[in-house]
């Protein structure tokens, strides 16, 4: 069973997605994601915000999702992480009393439990999910029957070594901190996370956040991968676009307040206003990148 079959089925996620077609930007979305058979209108959703013009040929192993806040990117990081741990098998690639990890990456714990409530509503309220659980859930942790723990971490390119990962889920990446700025920048976070999922084939890293400056992991994949077949997915809406249930009065009494902001927090638009000193984008363009050597 795919992942969109397991959201339509009354006995899985189906309870989760009441009003299906709300969620109709999200099943496109996952389609890319698990490279899934698309209809028109999926394909006409998947180019719009992937910039794109064919579909996966095959499920990505590293994915970016750009969308604005209340766009439902917890719950659905949250989704495809209990259905990653619950609808594959990873025992062939394991040491004996080895564990496949499913971890969840925030910039603090705190952070991190957002999705990690979503994981533990999902296993908890679909009774045939409940019985993978090994014993009662933990504060930070999932472990379960077929060799499988779902876990929550830190920000840290220290704890997130010595794991053989099924799957990497970043949350709210574009607010990690940046090589400028920390011990622990967000680049050096996923060198590290990378060894762990070259261990089990099949193995996803999808990272998701809103918006925010122009540096960092998210704004360099945005401007390598967006609209490259060839690259890893990166998909990018605006929150409405992904969460037509969001009353646009909540967006317009935001552009009133602070439109920088708000074209960030909703519109998922790089803000820049906040550059140090000249825009990125300025910068870029009076580099020239077909020259390899000066006299």
Request: net charge positive; glycine share 6%; aromatic share 10%.
């Amino acid at each position: 069973m795919n992942i969109v079959q397991a959201c339509r089925d009354p006995h899985l996620f189906g309870p989760w997605f009441g009003r299906k077609d709300s969620f109709a930007t999200w099943f496109a979305f996952l389609a890319a994601l698990f490279a899934l058979p698309m209809d028109e209108g999926q394909l006409s959703i998947f180019q719009r915000h992937t910039g794109r013009t064919a579909p996966p040929d095959a499920p990505s192993d590293e994915a970016w999702l750009i969308v604005g806040r209340r766009g439902g990117k917890s719950f659905m990081m949250a989704l495809v992480a209990v259905y990653v741990a619950c609808f594959r098998t990873y025992r062939q690639y394991l040491a004996p009393g080895e564990r496949a990890t499913i971890l969840v990456i925030a910039a603090d714990r705190k952070q991190a439990r957002v999705v990690f409530r979503y994981v533990n509503g999902l296993l908890t309220g679909v009774p045939l999910l409940r019985k993978l659980l090994v014993g009662p859930p933990r504060a930070e942790s999932f472990d379960l029957t077929n060799g499988v723990t779902i876990e929550i971490g830190t920000a840290s390119f220290r704890s997130t070594r010595g794991y053989s990962f099924a799957a990497v889920i970043g949350d709210e990446v574009a607010f990690w901190r940046t090589g400028d700025d920390s011990a622990n920048p967000d680049v050096e976070i996923l060198a590290a996370v990378r060894p762990g999922l070259a261990t089990i084939p099949g193995s996803l890293l999808l990272c998701a956040s809103s918006p925010y400056a122009r540096r960092g992991a998210l704004y360099d994949a945005y401007r390598r991968y967006w609209g490259n077949d060839a690259a890893p997915l990166v998909w990018k809406a605006s929150t409405r676009e992904m969460n037509p249930s969001l009353p646009q009065r909540v967006v317009d009494e935001a552009m009133e307040r602070d439109a920088a902001s708000a074209k960030a927090e909703y519109l998922a638009e790089w803000r820049d206003d906040i550059e140090a000193f000249v825009r990125l984008d300025v910068v870029e363009r009076c580099i020239r990148t077909d020259l390899q050597a000066r006299p």
